[in-house]
C-alpha cells in the first residue's frame, strides 16, 4: 500500500530491502521507510543514516534502542523521524489526547482506562499507539505507568483485543460513578496510516535532525 501511494504521487521505488537482502545500493535512495520487524528495525534505521539516507520508521517493539538511534543521528547529522502511527488523524488524536488528559488531572472522581483492537496478525500488545496515548496522560497526569488488563493505583489499565482484520481502534475513557467521558480513533482501513508514511517521507527530504508528526504536521 505505501509503494501504491508514493508511485500515484510521482515517487519511484528504487529499493525493497529484506531479511535477505544484500549490497544495498543507499547512493540511489532519497528517502527509506522502514516498517519492518522490531529485531531488524534499527539495523534498517542505522544502516540509512550512516549512508546519509533520511528515514522513517514506523515499526513498534524496538524503542529499547531508540536512543541510540537518536545518538547516531545526530552524530551523523542525520534525519529520522520515528512514530509509533503515522495515521494524520491518530496524531491529531494524540494532540486531543494530552489536552483531555491536563483538563481531567484536577478531577480525581474520574478513572480512565484504554482500550485497542486490531488484526489478529499484530503481534506486540498493547499497540505502539496504545502505550504513545498512555505516555501522554502520565506526562499530563498524576498517573504513573500504564499496565495490560488490571492495574493498581496510579496505573492506566489498557485492554488490548485481537478481531479479524481491524485496522486499528483506539479508545480513551474516564469514569466516575455519574457520568464517562469517551474519546476514540477508528480507522476504516490501513490506507490512512500508508498515506502519512509517504508524506512524512516527502516532508523530511533535505532537512537534518530528530523530528516527529508533529513536526510534519506542524502541531507544535
Known amino acids: ?129 496504545a502505550i504513545s496515548l498512555a505516555e501522554v496522560i502520565i506526562e499530563n497526569s498524576a498517573y504513573k505507568k500504564w499496565k495490560l488488563d488490571d492495574a493498581a493505583d496510579k496505573e492506566i489499565p489498557i485492554v488490548s483485543k485481537r478481531i479479524g482484520d481491524t485496522p486499528g481502534t483506539h479508545s480513551v475513557a474516564y469514569k466516575s460513578d455519574v457520568d464517562s467521558i469517551e474519546i476514540k480513533h477508528t480507522a476504516h482501513n490501513r490506507k490512512g496510516f500508508a498515506l502519512g508514511a509517504v508524506i512524512a517521507a516527502e516532508w523530511i527530504v533535505g532537512k537534518n535532525g530528530v523530528f516527529t508528526m508533529k513536526d510534519v504536521l506542524d502541531l507544535n
Not at 549490497?23 to 550512516?50: K, T
Not at 534525519?79 to 494524520?88: E, G, K, Q, T, V
Not at 472522581?109 to 499507539?129: N, R, W
Request: charged share 20%; aromatic share 10%.
Open 1 to 129: 500500500m505505501i509503494e501504491s501511494i508514493a508511485q500515484n504521487r510521482g515517487h519511484e521505488i528504487v529499493a525493497r530491502i529484506d531479511v535477505d537482502s544484500s549490497n544495498i545500493n543507499y547512493s540511489e535512495m532519497d528517502v527509506a521507510i522502514d516498517f519492518s520487524m522490531p529485531d531488524a528495525a534499527f539495523g534498517n534505521i542505522a544502516g540509512c543514516i550512516e549512508n546519509d539516507v533520511p528515514i522513517i520508521s514506523g515499526t513498534t517493539g524496538w524503542l529499547k534502542q531508540y536512543g541510540e538511534a537518536v545518538a547516531l543521528c545526530n552524530e551523523k547529522n542525520g534525519a529520522f523521524i520515528y512514530a509509533s502511527n503515522f495515521s494524520l488523524g491518530v496524531n491529531v488524536f494524540f494532540e486531543l489526547n494530552a489536552y483531555l488528559a491536563r483538563m481531567m488531572n484536577s478531577l480525581k472522581q474520574y478513572q480512565v482506562s484504554m482500550e485497542e483492537i486490531h488484526h489478529t496478525q499484530k503481534l506486540d500488545a498493547p499497540s505502539g499507539t
